[in-house]
């Protein structure tokens, strides 16, 4: 099995320097420049296949401000949740290629969902083309605050005692938060019951409100109800500690070492779209991840480093890494999305 291209960088280290790799250049022909040169004339469109209030929502949001600057046309974002994230990227692997539609896909719609649908109804690397990938997201543990764990050992011993009367809730099944529980749940030979969503907003409603017990996301979504109290965070499933939550222990120290969680963003066009258009939005892309403005809301306010200097051809290269990653590991689970 390959080694996914992030573990080899010490997995998540969460910093903007583990994704700025050496520079790409990223070189455009005179007749590529001239063909994407009367691209974008009207507004473009980013689907995200999650509700609206997750971290690939939020993050969409905050690039496509920028990406709207930068290329003087409103982008839109277009929230179609369903099938954990499968439905939107369907879609857009079937609209047409005008170059006005794109999704912000993640590690869950491509990489894991090969090894989660016996009958995915998209091919990740041939109907999908693409782009640029955004942000890197690490992921941790959070438990609703009177559930009786304050560290990540005492919420062990309490799935042990209690086999199956714990639910978590993620943002669909296969999305990266389900199996990162999966993960955590055969790494402490626990049990507890699966509460798909249509993304991470509605699971956070339904943890503060008491309905489920825990969830996996990303630091961010976990920062503001954990410094109200609302939310116990017990783990980053990192090698560092987030900047964001710099309390919460990782795996390591908190006594589960291995236990290691991310997921990554990134847009993608249909297959038919001009290799022109992709390559100026992909350049747009890079420029806005280097905005400081948008560095610091994403970075520093959410704990989502964005990665830089990637061309769509080495994008390309990375998602058939990270599928030959990940579809072991998801087939050896045995967790299942249909």
Same mark, same amino acid.
């Given at each position: 099995?390959?080694?996914?291209?992030?573990?080899?960088?010490?997995?998540?280290?969460?910093?903007?320097?583990?994704?700025?790799?050496p520079?790409?250049?990223?070189?455009?022909?005179?007749?590529?420049?001239?063909?994407?040169?009367?691209w974008p004339?009207?507004?473009?469109?980013?689907?995200?296949?999650?509700?609206?209030?997750g971290?690939?929502? /939020? @993050? %969409?949001?905050? =690039?496509?401000?920028? #990406?709207a600057?930068? *290329?003087?046309?409103?982008? $839109?974002?277009?929230?179609? +949740?369903?099938?954990?994230?499968?439905?939107?990227?369907?879609?857009?692997?079937k609209?047409?290629?005008?170059?006005?539609?794109f999704?912000?896909?993640s /590690? @869950? %719609?491509?990489? =894991?969902?090969?090894? #989660?649908?016996?009958? *995915?109804?998209?091919?990740? $690397?041939?109907?999908l083309? +693409?782009?640029?990938?955004?942000?890197?997201?690490?992921?941790?543990?959070?438990?609703?605050?009177?559930?009786?764990a304050?560290?990540?050992?005492?919420?062990?011993?309490?799935?042990?005692?209690?086999?199956?009367?714990?639910?978590?809730?993620?943002?669909?099944?296969?999305?990266?938060?389900?199996?990162s529980?999966?993960?955590?749940?055969q790494?402490?030979?626990?049990?507890?019951i699966?509460?798909p969503?249509?993304?991470s907003?509605?699971?956070?409603?339904?943890?503060?409100?008491?309905?489920?017990d825990?969830t996996?996301?990303?630091?961010?979504?976990m920062k503001?109800?954990?410094?109200?109290?609302?939310?116990?965070?017990?783990?980053?499933?990192?090698?560092?500690?987030s900047?964001?939550?710099?309390?919460v222990?990782?795996?390591?120290e908190?006594?589960?070492?291995g236990?290691k969680?991310?997921s990554?963003?990134?847009?993608?066009?249909?297959?038919?779209?001009?290799?022109?258009?992709?390559?100026?939005?992909?350049?747009a892309?890079d420029?806005?991840?280097?905005?400081p403005?948008?560095?610091?809301?994403?970075?520093?306010?959410?704990?989502?480093?964005?990665?830089?200097?990637?061309?769509?051809?080495?994008f390309?290269?990375?998602?058939?890494?990270?599928?030959?990653?990940?579809?072991?590991?998801?087939?050896a689970?045995?967790?299942?999305?249909d």
């Amino acid at each position: 099995m390959k080694t996914s291209p992030l573990c080899r960088r010490s997995l998540l280290a969460v910093t903007p320097a583990l994704l700025a790799a050496p520079a790409v250049p990223l070189v455009t022909s005179p007749a590529v420049a001239q063909e994407a040169a009367g691209w974008p004339n009207r507004p473009i469109r980013i689907v995200v296949p999650f509700a609206a209030g997750g971290a690939s929502d /939020v @993050s %969409t949001r905050v =690039l496509s401000q920028k #990406l709207a600057e930068l *290329l003087g046309q409103p982008v $839109v974002v277009e929230n179609r +949740p369903g099938a954990g994230g499968t439905t939107a990227t369907d879609y857009v692997a079937k609209a047409p290629g005008d170059g006005y539609t794109f999704i912000m896909a993640s /590690v @869950s %719609t491509t990489a =894991l969902a090969l090894g #989660l649908y016996s009958k *995915l109804p998209y091919d990740p $690397v041939k109907d999908l083309a +693409p782009v640029a990938p955004a942000v890197l997201a690490p992921i941790g543990i959070a438990v609703r605050k009177d559930l009786g764990a304050s560290t990540l050992q005492e919420f062990i011993a309490l799935l042990k005692a209690n086999p199956g009367k714990f639910t978590y809730g993620s943002a669909g099944n296969g999305s990266s938060g389900h199996i990162s529980c999966v993960a955590f749940l055969q790494k402490t030979g626990t049990q507890a019951i699966h509460v798909p969503y249509r993304g991470s907003g509605p699971v956070f409603n339904d943890l503060l409100a008491g309905h489920v017990d825990f969830t996996a996301d990303v630091p961010g979504l976990m920062k503001p109800h954990v410094e109200t109290g609302a939310l116990k965070a017990l783990v980053m499933a990192t090698e560092q500690r987030s900047s964001v939550l710099p309390e919460v222990p990782t795996s390591a120290e908190a006594g589960l070492p291995g236990y290691k969680a991310y997921s990554w963003f990134g847009l993608f066009a249909p297959p038919a779209t001009s290799p022109a258009v992709i390559d100026r939005l992909a350049k747009a892309v890079d420029t806005a991840l280097r905005d400081p403005h948008v560095i610091a809301r994403l970075d520093r306010d959410m704990g989502l480093p964005p990665f830089h200097d990637y061309t769509p051809a080495r994008f390309a290269t990375f998602l058939r890494e990270e599928i030959d990653y990940w579809v072991p590991i998801v087939k050896a689970s045995g967790a299942r999305a249909d």
